[in-house]
C-alpha cells in the first residue's frame, strides 16, 4: 500500500537526510511497532479503544528504543556512515530475536478497530484501508508542516546542512540526532499499527518494508523527503500493476536491481536535482 | 625558442558562478622552471588540477609532449610523466615511509625495490625513517615525502603545489637545490607563494588572478610589471 | 621469514588435528577451513582493499550453484563442476562488480546488497531447476573426483584443508607482493592512488573478482563437501557472515578469518545447544566489535608489535 509504505519511507528518509546514515534496522522497528500493537491489542479488551492506545503507546515505545540505540550506539561510532551500517544490522539481528523469544515464531492477526462500521456495500473491501490512508496522509502532512514550520524542524533542517556550524549556533546535536532518529523510527511504528489489522505481525516481517523503503528512498533520491513521497506513491501504485504483468517475486528481482542501477547511474535518485 | 613539452589552451573551469579558471593559455618549455602565483583563492590549484587530470575543463585543450590529452583520465597522464604532489598533503598516512615510496618507485618496475626506495627517500632525506609510519611522522617531513614520492616516479613535468609550505628556513635551502638539479631532465611547474624561493628557481612567471592569466614572462618582467605589483606583489608584501 | 612460519605452523596444527579431532569437531572444522577460504576472500575485498560489500552470498552461490548445477542435470563429477563452479565466482564478481564499483562507500554497501537479493530472488524464481528454497542434495556420483570421495569424513577435511592452504599461502604471496601494496594504498587513498599512475577501477574490479574467486571455490566445495546446494546460502545472512568473522578475527590480517570463523562458529554453536539465541548472539557480536574492538582480535595483536607474524 503506497500510504503506509510512504510513512515507512520518509521516516527511512529523515534519518538518512538528517544524520546522512543509512538504517538498516528501519524494517525491525516497523516490526516492533507492529508486534506491540498486537501486545497492546491483547492487553486492552475492546478493538477500537485498543487500536487507539497502540497508536500513541507503539511510536513512543519504538522511538524510545530507537532513541536509545542512537545514544547508546551510533553516537560512540561518530556516526561514520560504515561502522553505522554494520551496527544498525547487529540492532536489527537484536530486534527480531527479541520479537522472537518474547513473542514467538507465529504470525498474529490483530482485529481491525472497526472493520464492520465503514463496509460500504460499493466498496469492494472494507473501509478500513481507506481509513489508513486518509489517517497515513494526515500524519505526512503532520510531519512536513513540523519540517517545514516548527522550530524544531528548522533546527533538524540546520543540523543536516552542516553539523558543525550548527553546534557552533548553539545547537544540541546530540538531542537532534537522537530526536531525528526517534522519529524515524516512530514513523515506521505508526505505519505499522496501521498495517496489522491487514497484514498479521510477525518477527521476520520488516524484511519487506525495509526493502522497499530502500527502493523508494533510493529512487526519490537519499535524503530528499519531496523525492522519497513522490516515489512512496509511485511505486505502490505501479507494485500492483507490475504484479499484475509479472509474478511477484519477478517484481522484485527487477525492482532490487533498478534500485542498484539507479544508485549506480543516478546516485542523486530520479527526482534528486543534480548536485 | 624551446621545444614546448605542455600546451593548455582556453581553459575554463566553473564552480556555479565562480569562474575559478575562466579561458587560460599556459605554455611550458622543456626543461625549464615555471613559476605560478598569484593570491589565494586565484585559482592556481584548480588550474593545475585541469593539467594533472584531476578535475575535466569545461572548455578548452590541453597538449602534452604533442598529444591531446584533454580527455585522459589522471592516472594515465601519470603514466606518461606529469607527476603531481598535492598542496594539501595527501600521503598514505597508515603505512610506512617505505611503502609510500615503494608505491611510487615500483611504478617503474625497478629489479631491486628497497634499493630504489632508499636512493628516493635519500633525495628528499628520509632514509633514515624509511620504517616508520608516515602518519606519525612531523609535518615537515610528510611534505618532504610528499614531494619524494613525486620525485620517484620520475616523471618528465613535475607539478608542485606550495610545496615549500611549512618547511623551516633551513630546509628550503635544501629544496631549492634539489629542484635546481631536477632541469633540464624534468619540467617543473611550481605554485609558490614564498617571492624569494620563486624569483631565486623560476626561469620564467605566470601570474594567476581570479582565474585569469595576470601577465607573464622572464622574473624581471614580472617585478616591474604595474598590474602585477597591484593586485599582488604589492598587496601581498605590504601585508606581510 | 615470521609470517611464513607462523602460516606453516598454523596449517601443520590443522593438519595435526586431523589425527586427534573427535567426529564431531573434526567435521566442524572442515566446515570452518571452507567457511574461512569465503572470509578470507571477503577480507581481501574489505580488509585489504577497502571495499564495504554487503553481497558476498551472491559469490559465494554462484560457486555453489555453478558446481551444483552441472552435477544434477549435467551429470559432471566433482572436479570440472568444483573448477567451474570457483570460476563462477570470479565471473559473478566481475560482472556485478563492473556496475557496483563505479560506487564507493555506503552506496556500495546497498547496491552490492541489492544484487545479492535480486540473486537470491532469481534463484527462488528458476525454483524449477534450482530447487527454490528447499535447494538439492548433490547427487552422489558428483560428490566424487579422481576416485575419491570428498563427502566422506576423511577425504572431506584434508580437501578442506588442501583448499584452505593453498587459499591462505596465495593470501600471504598476494599481501608480500607489490600488487598487494598497491591493493593497500586503494584502502588508506584512493585519490593519491590515482596520482601515482594506478587505475582504481581496474585495480579494484581485479581484487573484486580475485575474492569471488575464494567465494566461489568456498560455495563450490562447500556444496560438494556436504553434499547439499540451495538457495538459503544466497540469503542476507550468508553475506553478513563473512563480515562477522573478518571483523572479529581482524580485518586485513591473513589469519584474520580463519580466528574469526572458528570462534564465530564455536561462539553460535555453544549458544544455540543451550539456548535459541542466535540471532542476538550475532547481532551482540557485531556491535561488540563495530563499538571496542574494530580492528578485530588479530589487528589489535597486530597493532601491538606483531606486525612482522602477521601481514
Ligand atoms: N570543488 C570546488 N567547488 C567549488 N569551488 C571551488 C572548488 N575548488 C575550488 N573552488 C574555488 O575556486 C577558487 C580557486 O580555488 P583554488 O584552490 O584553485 O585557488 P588557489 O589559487 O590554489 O588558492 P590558494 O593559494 O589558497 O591555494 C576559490 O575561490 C575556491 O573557493
Ligand atoms: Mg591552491
Redesign the interface.
Known amino acids: 500500500m503506497a500510504a503506509v509504505l510512504a510513512l515507512t519511507a520518509v521516516g527511512l528518509s529523515l534519518t538518512f537526510g538528517v544524520m546522512r546514515v543509512?538504517n538498516v534496522a528501519h524494517g525491525e522497528f516497523f516490526m516492533l511497532g507492529a508486534v506491540l500493537a498486537w501486545v497492546v491489542a491483547q492487553a486492552v479488551p475492546s478493538a477500537p479503544l485498543g487500536f487507539v492506545a497502540a497508536l500513541i503507546l507503539c511510536p513512543l515505545v519504538v522511538g524510545a528504543v530507537a532513541a536509545l540505540a542512537d545514544t547508546a550506539?551510533l553516537k560512540?561510532?561518530n556516526y561514520d556512515?560504515?561502522?553505522t551500517?554494520?551496527?544498525t544490522?547487529?540492532?536489527?539481528?537484536?530486534l527480531?530475536?527479541?520479537a522472537?523469544?518474547f513473542f514467538g515464531p507465529d504470525a498474529r492477526a490483530v482485529e481491525a478497530p472497526f472493520s464492520l462500521r465503514l463496509q460500504f456495500p460499493w466498496f469492494g473491501y472494507s473501509g478500513y484501508k481507506l481509513f489508513v490512508v486518509v489517517a497515513a496522509g494526515l500524519v505526512l502532512l503532520a510531519v512536513w508542516l513540523f519540517m517545514t514550520r516548527s522550530r524544531a524542524g528548522l533546527v533538524m533542517r540546520a543540523t543536516q546542512v552542516d553539523r558543525n556550524t550548527a553546534r557552533a549556533f548553539g545547537i544540541n546535536v546530540d538531542r537532534v540526532y537522537a530526536g531525528t532518529f526517534a522519529l524515524g523510527a516512530a514513523l515506521a511504528a505508526v505505519a505499522a499499527v496501521l498495517i496489522v489489522p491487514i497484514q498479521q505481525a510477525h518477527y521476520l516481517m520488516g524484511h519487506d518494508p525495509l526493502?522497499l523503503s530502500?527502493i523508494v528512498v533510493?529512487i526519490g533520491g537519499l535524503g530528499s523527503i519531496r523525492g522519497t513521497l513522490i516515489a512512496a506513491l509511485l511505486i505502490g501504485l505501479s507494485d500492483g500493476i507490475i504484479s499484475m504483468f509479472f509474478?511477484p517475486?519477478?517484481a522484485?528481482?527487477v525492482a532490487?536491481?533498478a534500485?542498484?542501477?539507479v544508485?549506480?547511474?543516478r546516485?542523486q535518485g530520479l527526482f534528486g536535482a543534480r548536485a | 625558442m624551446a621545444s614546448m613539452i605542455l600546451q593548455a589552451e582556453g581553459l575554463k573551469r566553473h564552480f556555479g558562478g565562480l569562474k575559478a579558471v575562466d579561458g587560460v593559455d599556459l605554455a611550458l618549455n622543456a626543461g625549464e622552471i615555471h613559476a605560478l602565483i598569484g593570491p589565494n583563492g586565484a585559482g592556481k590549484t584548480t588550474l593545475v588540477s585541469l593539467l594533472s587530470g584531476r578535475q575535466v575543463p569545461d572548455a578548452g585543450t590541453i597538449r602534452f609532449d604533442g598529444a591531446d590529452i584533454t580527455r585522459l583520465p589522471a592516472h594515465e597522464r601519470v603514466r606518461r610523466g606529469i607527476g603531481y604532489t598535492f598542496q594539501i598533503t595527501a600521503i598514505y598516512a597508515g603505512l610506512s615511509v617505505f611503502d609510500n615510496l615503494a608505491l611510487a618507485v615500483q611504478r617503474g618496475h625497478p629489479r631491486d625495490l628497497s634499493g630504489a626506495v632508499t636512493e628516493a627517500a635519500a633525495r628528499v632525506g628520509l632514509e633514515a625513517l624509511l620504517p616508520q609510519i608516515a602518519g606519525t611522522l612531523s609535518y615537515g617531513h610528510q611534505r618532504l615525502l610528499e614531494i619524494g614520492m613525486g620525485l620517484a616516479l620520475h616523471p618528465r613535468l613535475l607539478i608542485l603545489d606550495e610545496p615549500t609550505q611549512g618547511f623551516a628556513a633551513g630546509e628550503i635551502e635544501g629544496f631549492m637545490a634539489l629542484v635546481r638539479g631536477l632541469v633540464p631532465a624534468t619540467t617543473v611547474l611550481l605554485i609558490e607563494h614564498n617571492m624569494d624561493v620563486v624569483m631565486a628557481l623560476a626561469e620564467r612567471i605566470t601570474v594567476l588572478d581570479q582565474g585569469r592569466v595576470l601577465a607573464s614572462g622572464l622574473p624581471a618582467e614580472i617585478r616591474a610589471n604595474r598590474a602585477v605589483q597591484d593586485a599582488y606583489l604589492g598587496g601581498s608584501h605590504a601585508g606581510d | 621469514m615470521r609470517a611464513l612460519s607462523l602460516h606453516l605452523a598454523v596449517l601443520a596444527l590443522l593438519l595435526g588435528l586431523h589425527f586427534v579431532l573427535p567426529a564431531y569437531h573434526h567435521a566442524n572444522l572442515a566446515r570452518i577451513m571452507v567457511l574461512a577460504v569465503f572470509a578470507m576472500g571477503y577480507n581481501i575485498a574489505f580488509g585489504y582493499t577497502g571495499l564495504?560489500s554487503?553481497g558476498h552470498a551472491l559469490l559465494l552461490s554462484a560457486g555453489m550453484f555453478g558446481a551444483g548445477l552441472l552435477i544434477q542435470h549435467f551429470g559432471l563429477t566433482a572436479a570440472p563442476a568444483l573448477l567451474i563452479g570457483t570460476l563462477a565466482g570470479a565471473a559473478m564478481a566481475a560482472v556485478t562488480g563492473l556496475?557496483?564499483l563505479?560506487?564507493t562507500?555506503?552506496?556500495l554497501?546497498?547496491?552490492t546488497l541489492?544484487?545479492a537479493?535480486?540473486g537470491y530472488?532469481?534463484l527462488?524464481?528458476f525454483g524449477a531447476v534450482t530447487g527454490g528454497d528447499e535447494g538439492f542434495p548433490v547427487p552422489a556420483a558428483g560428490r566424487v573426483a579422481f576416485g575419491l570421495n570428498l563427502a566422506a569424513e576423511g577425504p572431506r577435511y584434508l580437501v578442506a584443508l588442501g583448499l584452505f592452504a593453498v587459499a591462505l599461502m596465495g593470501n600471504l604471496a598476494l599481501v608480500r607482493s607489490r600488487f598487494g601494496r598497491v591493493m593497500v594504498a586503494m584502502r588508506e587513498n584512493e585519490e593519491r592512488s590515482r596520482m601515482l599512475g594506478y587505475n582504481p577501477f581496474a585495480v579494484k574490479l581485479g581484487l573484486m573478482a580475485l575474492s569471488g574467486l575464494y567465494a566461489g571455490a568456498a560455495g563450490a566445495f562447500y556444496g560438494v563437501m556436504f553434499g547439499y546446494v540451495g538457495a538459503t546460502f544466497a540469503t542476507i545472512p550468508y553475506s553478513?557472515l563473512p563480515?562477522l568473522y573478518v571483523?572479529l578475527g581482524g580485518a586485513g590480517v591473513t589469519l584474520g578469518p580463519l580466528l574469526g570463523a572458528v570462534l564465530m562458529f564455536y561462539l553460535i554453536d555453544l549458544a544455540s545447544s543451550h539456548t535459541?539465541?542466535q540471532?542476538?548472539v550475532?547481532?551482540?557480536?557485531?556491535?561488540v566489535l563495530?563499538?571496542f574492538a574494530?580492528k578485530g582480535i588479530l589487528g589489535s595483536l597486530r597493532e601491538r608489535g606483531l606486525a612482522s607474524w602477521l601481514p
Do not use: H, N
Open positions: 543509512v550506539i560512540r561510532l556512515p560504515e561502522a551500517i554494520v551496527a544490522i547487529g540492532i536489527s539481528y537484536i527480531q530475536q527479541g522472537l523469544s526493502l530502500f533510493i509474478t517475486t519477478l522484485k528481482i532490487t536491481l534500485v542498484a542501477l544508485l549506480v547511474f546516485p | 564495504l554487503l556496475l557496483a563505479r560506487t562507500g555506503v552506496s554497501m546497498i547496491v541489492m544484487f537479493q535480486a530472488l532469481t527462488l524464481y553478513i563480515l571483523l535459541t539465541v540471532l542476538a550475532t547481532g551482540g557480536a557485531l556491535l563495530v563499538l574494530p
